[in-house]
């Protein structure tokens, strides 16, 4: 159901205006499909920035942020299928791929119990392209934001 | 004049597949809609699940799909991946290992053609007895043509001296951009930048400049916030990365090496054309040059819009590509 400038998805909202985008807006307006706010976790349903799978490690950066407020990335895990990584854990899984058309699911521990009412979420996923080296050596790495609010 | 055979890469229906409006199978029976003898180009980490250890259920429900929709596997796309870990980047040479692992899914999947996406004249030379022991052809991509782009012509001096008839290039015409598609551009101001901005750095690169004046144009521009000089100067950045000015006569230089064309476009206009890169000349060096490889629709729009009907578009370029062909010389 669409609202004004932004898109409803049960208690998802994704402000389409105000997605930040690195490459595309359309990677940047799908990049979480869904937040939900419990008791001390925020869960988070999140797609790979990019039109092929890539290996995991590839996931240079992942952040989130609730209400302005940057959450531990020591608190974050992200899990693909039986797996599940932290997000310094990232680095090292060279041997799992990401299917492009697979949703992680993102764990973050709070620090304390949200208060009742709504709250704004965002995320940024920074993606490194394997096969964008310049002449440096350096791979490219693909940035994109999104920014959603969830109710509690 | 040779016939034409068209094809589309399926990288045009990215946008749906991303979105999962469409799956693989649902891709080549659209493809196979818009008319008999289709070729298909994939991209293995784009349209397997399996990928990269691509198993078996894959291979037959792709080839099962190919059978009963009539599309043809022309060319298969892997690519050299020299940052797959983030501990070490390999040199070009090193990445070239990877590609057995593609070629031998490429050859199961039934492409006898498999596109590397760069190269260096070092790569060629590990290319060369690699594409002899796999007997399948191997064709680099080719972002750039040779008359702006030295290493362009440095890859097809290589080809000369190799001679080596399983290597050739892939022509993507996105070499040859006229004007910064209007799609990016309106992706860009939704994403932020200000139309002011992106008004400046489209006007610098349409005039040939070099990206350092497309910045100080933006930097130039008064009331504007550090957010949206700093989103107008990326957006320069992109634009010069994705939009090389090549020119038309440098395709005529390829053709010795030319062994397929991914004919790109962004959005076309009211009349059925791609107002960013001309195609009447481009088809015309084809035709009027003997080319005899496929000519596969490349529909990248989706990246920028989703509003755009990719199988419209798909449907609509490959009519004007074949009402360009038979123009009388």
Redo the contacts between chains.
């Keep these: 159901m669409a609202c004004g400038a932004a898109v409803w998805t049960g208690d998802f909202c994704c402000f389409?205006?105000e997605?930040?985008?690195?490459?595309?807006?359309?990677?940047?307006?799908?990049l979480v499909e869904s937040a939900v706010l419990g008791d001390g976790v925020l869960h988070l349903s999140v797609r790979l920035n990019w039109?092929?799978?890539?290996?995991l490690?590839?996931v240079?950066r992942l952040e989130v942020s609730l209400d302005g407020v940057p959450l531990a990335p020591e608190g974050t895990t992200l899990t693909l299928g039986a797996g599940t990584w932290t997000v310094p854990g990232l680095?090292?899984a060279?041997g799992t791929?990401w299917?492009?058309?697979d949703t992680a699911r993102v764990r973050v521990a709070l620090g304390a119990v949200p208060d009742d009412g709504p709250h704004v979420v965002e995320v940024l996923v920074g993606t490194?392209?394997?096969?964008l080296?310049d002449r440096d050596?350096?791979?490219a790495v693909i940035v994109d934001r999104a920014r959603a609010e969830v109710a509690r | 004049m040779s016939s034409l055979r068209l094809g589309v890469v399926l990288f045009s229906l990215g946008g749906p597949f991303w979105q999962r409006r469409l799956d693989l199978t649902g891709c080549l029976e659209a493809i196979a809609s818009l008319g008999p003898d289709q070729g298909i180009e994939l991209t293995g980490a784009q349209s397997l699940a399996s990928y990269p250890a691509v198993s078996d259920d894959d291979v037959r429900a792709f080839r099962t799909a190919v059978d009963r929709t009539g599309v043809v596997p022309v060319s298969y796309c892997a690519y050299l991946e020299r940052a797959r870990s983030r501990s070490r980047v390999l040199t070009p040479v090193e990445a070239v290992g990877q590609l057995e692992e593609e070629i031998a899914t490429a050859r199961r999947l039934g492409f006898g053609m498999v596109r590397v996406n760069t190269a260096t004249p070092e790569v060629l030379r590990a290319l060369a007895p690699l594409a002899e022991r796999t007997a399948v052809d191997l064709v680099v991509e080719l972002a750039a043509e040779p008359r702006t782009d030295p290493a362009t012509g440095a890859l097809l001096a290589e080809l000369d001296r190799l001679a080596c008839p399983r290597l050739g290039v892939l022509q993507d015409f996105s070499a040859f951009v006229r004007t910064v598609p209007q799609p990016f551009l309106d992706d860009a101001a939704a994403g932020g930048a200000p139309a002011a901005g992106l008004e400046a750095l489209a006007a610098v690169w349409s005039a040939g400049r070099p990206v350092g004046e497309a910045v100080d144009a933006v930097l130039c521009l008064p009331g504007l916030s550090p957010a949206e000089r700093g989103s107008a100067v990326q957006t320069a950045h992109i634009a010069y990365a994705l939009f090389p000015r090549g020119e038309v006569a440098g395709l005529g230089d390829v053709l010795p090496h030319l062994r397929h064309v991914q004919a790109k476009f962004f959005a076309l206009d009211d009349s059925g054309t791609e107002p960013c890169i001309p195609y009447a000349e481009l088809v015309a060096v084809l035709r009027d040059g003997g080319y005899a490889g496929r000519v596969h629709s490349e529909f990248e729009g989706h990246l920028w819009s989703d509003d755009l009907d990719a199988m419209d578009q798909l449907r609509r370029h490959q009519r004007d590509i074949s009402r360009l062909w038979q123009e009388t010389p």
């Design positions: 389409t205006a997605v930040g985008c690195r490459t595309t807006y359309v990677f940047a307006r799908h039109y092929r799978s890539l290996p490690c590839c240079e680095a090292g060279d791929w299917p492009v058309l490194r392209i394997p096969y080296v050596g350096h791979a």
